[in-house]
């Protein structure tokens, strides 16, 4: 019904930046709220940051200050800029959309395959 593809993971070195992007397609009515996580190996899945349709992001304190959530309407894209990059922040990276259907005009959350971030020398 909904996919998101993620795009933009790799290897970077510590203080590097990257640039995650994730594009929603399919049976979408309207997304509220798109957000990225992460998993580190042995660890839960947590939250990174969000952003609501009008705006308002909200970051992770671990993240704030390097990290700037931004998305496109227009485009049903959410993109996550990090910066001064962190071994700690290693982890697989998820997109998550909450999104109204077309379909049903009821709300479902998904989620992308997740993308690998690896900060490391």
């Known amino acids: 019904q909904v996919q998101l593809v993620e795009s933009g993971g790799g290897l970077v070195q510590p203080g590097g930046s990257l640039t995650l992007s994730c594009a929603a397609s399919g049976s979408i009515g309207s997304i509220n709220v798109m957000g990225w996580y992460r998993q580190a190996p042995r660890k839960e899945r947590e939250l990174v940051a969000t952003i609501a349709n009008g705006g308002n992001p909200n970051y992770a304190d671990s993240v704030k200050g390097r990290f700037t959530i931004s998305r496109d309407n227009a485009e049903n894209t959410v993109y996550l800029q990090m910066s001064s990059l962190k071994p700690e922040d290693t982890a697989v990276y998820y997109c998550?959309?909450?999104?109204?259907?077309?379909?049903?005009?009821?709300?479902?959350?998904?989620w992308g395959q997740g993308t690998q971030v690896t900060v490391s020398s």
């Open positions: 998550n959309a909450e999104v109204m259907l077309a379909t049903n005009w009821r709300t479902y959350d998904f």
